[in-house]
């Protein structure tokens, strides 16, 4: 057995209760170790004096000893161990708090270098439980160390000293998926060097190699298998649709339609409807267009195409709330035209999945409209016609690559309201046909955009208050769902070591809802995540749609399709740790309805490009501008599914791409992928074979759910 597929359990110092908690990481085998890249990096690295400190920074200080540690009983068992230290420039207080050990681990006289957050309390300094590491002048410590996703038991320090013992003996099994000359081209480092310096990095420079090469292997794989996907699908036939009586169905619209939605509706009719006999061309398309602009009705038409021919139509959304929306949307609609139209999704009682599992079977659901649980092996279509698929890319590549085993004869539309920079897309979603519908419904206001910080509280809250008063209701999006998590980000990007200085504390939607509650007492304020029961999710929406919830306050899992018209006002807190397309998707939530709507930004950051794109957002509400000064600013990261960033330990996902800042990578993958295919379509030649493998394993790996 090769070391790579050596269960962690093997490891020096791995029992049975670590080796648990590494299964619920994901991680079984050494390689999976290695491929549980770190989510960002401690810089040790930027000293700086007593003089220079910044309260709530964290921060490295070469400090000397000055006094003997002291140490206390304070409540019950907790102790404390305090002493000071002092630099040229100052001094401090240093405290541990319940490590007794440290008592005798610092003696007076010694120099170390401290790592960690300086706080301030009635004008006394000190530095809470630092990093100690002894300095000696002559030798150099490192700079950057990894953190990684945790589980307990494991802390940031087993999971370096694994991560370091998996690469030792694995090292001489690494073999590079890319052909030598395909690394030339690009300037990618070797696969060893990139997997060596993500774990243990031996300063920035390394780093950002390392990252930038798993960043275009990642991307290549989704390239390549993308590209894989499409070829099938073009080479295959799907059922040929009549075009019927289309305005049977556009008479059950209650809108006049847009040029724009017209051009869609059409490009659809034309796809489904070529070829001779039963057969059509399969259609491979995406509707692309800015939140609000229309895309569903598109999609409908396309679904009653389907069933008026006798076919089956299936719509997959990415999380339970999208997919309740669409199906409240559908269903009346369609039901009035006598379709039969069910909902599928992870929550479905296994009763009700039974009798919708037999009714897709024996035909008699004409449109099931639900999650990922709609491609689960044990659902069978008697005559399924047409896959629609919302924000396709926030499904990984081997939930899109069952989604099409599953619908062999099967239409494709996808819809998507990211504007994707021409660049990724090519990398996500190959070369697709593209409807762009690039007008908003008449009466669509454009939302005025503002960026404040802190400062601005206050008045922030006297416009909350005005919005009440007018009968609006009011968005609150916060990065995190609750306080102190070290890993829980929900949709916010984490690239600390990218960052710039000091990084603003972060609000957390639970504990941000209720000091709000205490602020608005008669608004009846709620808070909505990720975390919770797909029910209570379903609750809260329902009651902020009727209106009773005045204010939500939520982490991203508003982000896509949501519509509540009387929303006049998107408050971002954090704003800095959002992609700007994410914030763009943000802001559509709002201007939805008659009333006048506002999004307002709000970052303490001090960064000099967090600061820039926070003002581009102010002055652009042009989807397709934004999504390209964000790929070039900040990288790919905002645009590959935050969903996949926390998922399992699996291969294949996006987690370097998602950190590297590099805006070249996409285009080189994209070119990558089409000229290794190229010169071997089916990948089968020698030289690809360890690209073949890998990404036999991306396609068939069982991924996370997505809610
Ligand atoms: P998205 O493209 O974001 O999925 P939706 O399809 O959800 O947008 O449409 C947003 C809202 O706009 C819905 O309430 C829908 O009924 C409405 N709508 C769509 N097209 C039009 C139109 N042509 N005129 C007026 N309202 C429209
Ligand atoms: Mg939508």
Redesign the pocket.
């Given at each position: 057995m090769a070391n790579m597929d050596m269960p962690v359990s093997k490891l020096a110092g791995i029992g049975k209760v670590k080796a648990a908690a590494f299964e619920k990481l994901g991680i079984h085998t050494l390689a999976d170790l290695i491929y549980h890249f770190p989510t960002r990096y401690e810089n040790r690295g930027v000293v700086s004096t007593l003089a220079e400190g910044r309260v709530g920074m964290m921060q490295s200080y070469i400090l000397t000893v000055a006094t003997e540690p002291k140490m206390a009983r304070l409540r019950g068992s907790l102790t404390v161990v305090k002493f000071r230290a002092f630099d040229d420039s100052g001094s401090v207080e240093i405290t541990y708090f319940n490590q007794p050990y440290m008592r005798d681990k610092f003696h007076t006289g010694e120099t170390y270098r401290f790592y960690g957050k300086l706080t301030e309390k009635l004008g006394r300094f000190s530095l809470s439980s630092p990093i100690a590491e002894k300095y000696d002048e002559r030798e150099a410590l490192p700079e950057l160390y990894a953190v990684y996703r945790l589980a307990n038991p494991l802390n940031k320090n087993v999971l370096r000293e694994c991560a370091k013992q998996a690469l030792s003996i694995c090292r001489t099994e690494i073999t590079d998926v890319l052909p030598s000359e395909l690394r030339a081209k690009y300037s990618l480092a070797t696969l060893s060097f990139a997997l060596e310096n993500i774990h243990v990095p031996e300063n920035l420079t390394a780093l950002d190699r390392a990252a930038r090469r798993l960043a275009f292997d990642e991307l290549l794989q989704t390239a390549l298998a993308v590209r894989l996907m499409r070829k099938k699908q073009t080479q295959s036939f799907a059922e040929r649709m009549e075009n019927g009586d289309i305005s049977k169905f556009l008479n059950t619209v209650p809108?006049?339609?847009?040029n724009a939605?017209k051009r869609a509706i059409d490009d659809i009719i034309k796809d489904m409807s070529a070829g001779e006999g039963r057969d059509a061309p399969r259609m491979s398309r995406i509707l692309v267009?800015d939140?609000?602009?229309?895309?569903?009705?598109c999609a409908a038409a396309a679904v009653y195409m389907t069933v008026h021919n006798g076919f089956q139509a299936l719509v997959m959304a990415p999380t339970e709330i999208l997919a309740s929306q669409h199906y409240n949307d559908l269903a009346p609609q369609f039901a009035s035209l006598g379709y039969n139209v069910e909902k599928l999704t992870g929550s479905t009682t296994a009763a009700e999945k039974r009798r919708i599992k037999m009714g897709l079977e024996n035909g008699s659901i004409d449109i099931v409209i639900g999650t990922h649980a709609l491609i689960e092996d044990n659902v069978v279509f008697k005559s399924l016609g047409l896959a629609v698929c919302d924000e396709q890319h926030r499904f990984g590549i081997a939930q899109r690559a069952k989604l099409l085993e599953k619908s062999p004869r099967a239409h494709m539309l996808v819809m998507s309201?990211t504007p994707i920079p021409r660049t990724l897309s090519l990398v996500l979603y190959g070369d697709l046909a593209i409807s762009r519908i690039d007008e908003m419904?008449?009466g669509r206001q454009k939302v005025d955009t503002f960026y404040v910080n802190e400062n601005y509280r206050e008045r922030l809250n006297g416009f909350i208050e005005k919005q009440f008063a007018d009968g609006g209701q009011v968005y609150v999006v916060c990065p995190a769902v609750e306080a102190q998590e070290d890993d829980a980000d929900e949709g916010a990007v984490t690239v600390s070591v990218f960052d710039e200085g000091f990084t603003p504390p972060l609000k957390s939607a639970v504990e941000f809802a209720k000091e709000l509650s205490e602020r608005f007492p008669e608004a009846s304020v709620a808070y909505i995540h990720g975390k919770m029961r797909p029910a209570e999710k379903n609750d809260i929406m329902t009651r902020f749609v009727s209106g009773e919830i005045k204010l939500l306050v939520s982490t991203t899992v508003i982000e896509v399709?949501i519509?509540v018209p009387n929303a006049s006002l998107m408050i971002v807190e954090n704003a800095e740790r959002f992609g700007l397309s994410q914030l763009h998707q943000l802001r559509g939530r709002v201007g939805?309805g008659e009333r006048k709507s506002y999004c307002v930004l709000v970052s303490d950051s001090e960064g000099e490009i967090a600061k820039q794109r926070l003002k581009l957002m102010t002055k652009t509400n042009d989807g397709f501008v934004i999504a390209e000064e964000d790929l070039k600013m900040r990288g790919p990261g905002d645009f590959l599914g935050t969903d996949g960033a926390r998922q399992s330990g699996a291969h294949g996902n996006y987690r370097m791409a998602a950190l590297c800042q590099d805006a070249s990578i996409p285009e080189a993958a994209g070119e990558a992928a089409a000229a290794i295919l190229e010169e071997d379509p089916t990948l089968s030649s020698e030289a690809f074979a360890p690209l073949r493998k890998k990404l036999a394993n991306a396609m068939s790996a069982s991924e996370t759910t997505m809610n």
């Open positions: 809108f006049e339609l847009t939605q267009g939140v609000g602009c229309g895309k569903t009705v309201a419904p008449r399709g519509n939805r």
